[in-house]
């Protein structure tokens, strides 16, 4: 019983100390050392993943897996996502943007495929930057499609969002990611 006592108050000091050298360093500023230097870690990932991808299209779900994914009744496109990397570039370099989207169909109907475009702008401070519109042959199963934009090099710094849609027939599905240009 004694050693286990022991053991217990030993946890807790151990506990104390490390909340204690916690609470020191956000004090003296060593906290904000640390959170740039993760942030630049989290750069340097992003850069490297994007370096693994190639721009286009890639199925991840064949239309069966996609069915049994959300079981549809109808004929349905989910635009699961989108992502940029890497967050945060400079001017003249390139960002990978990646969007992935479901395309649900019951299973007597996997054979039909819908006309539309796939549409991405980018704004900054609300102001229309760059637009472009591709036609998209959207197919049953979820796909992953990599586009590579690259940013001019008279761009301003600051922060930007690019707007994904995907439109087809009476649908407008968007979704919104922001990303940060330097100097």
Not at 157 to 169: E, M, P, R, T
Request: aromatic letters at 12%.
């Amino acid at each position: 019983m004694e050693d286990k006592k022991v053991s217990m108050n030993t946890g807790r000091k151990c506990i104390v100390f490390f909340l204690l050298v916690f609470v020191v360093l956000s004090y003296s500023g060593c906290i904000s050392v640390l959170d740039r230097a993760a942030a630049k870690v989290d750069n340097m990932q992003q850069r490297f993943f994007k370096t693994t991808r190639k721009p286009g299209e890639r199925q991840v779900n064949s239309a069966e897996e996609t069915y049994a994914t959300y079981y549809c009744r109808t004929s349905r496109i989910y635009f699961e996502s989108i992502e940029v990397l890497p967050k945060k570039v400079l001017r003249g370099e390139e960002i990978n943007q990646r969007m992935r989207f479901a395309y649900c169909l019951a299973p007597k109907d996997q054979h039909n495929v819908i006309e539309g475009n796939i549409i991405r702008k980018i704004f900054k401070n609300k102001q229309e930057q760059f637009a472009d519109v591709t036609r998209y042959t959207f197919k049953p199963g979820t796909w992953i499609i990599d586009a590579f934009l690259e940013i001019p090099p008279d761009a301003d710094g600051g922060i930007y969002s690019i707007n994904v849609s995907l439109d087809y027939g009476d649908k407008l599905h968007t979704r919104l990611e922001e990303f940060e240009v330097g100097f």
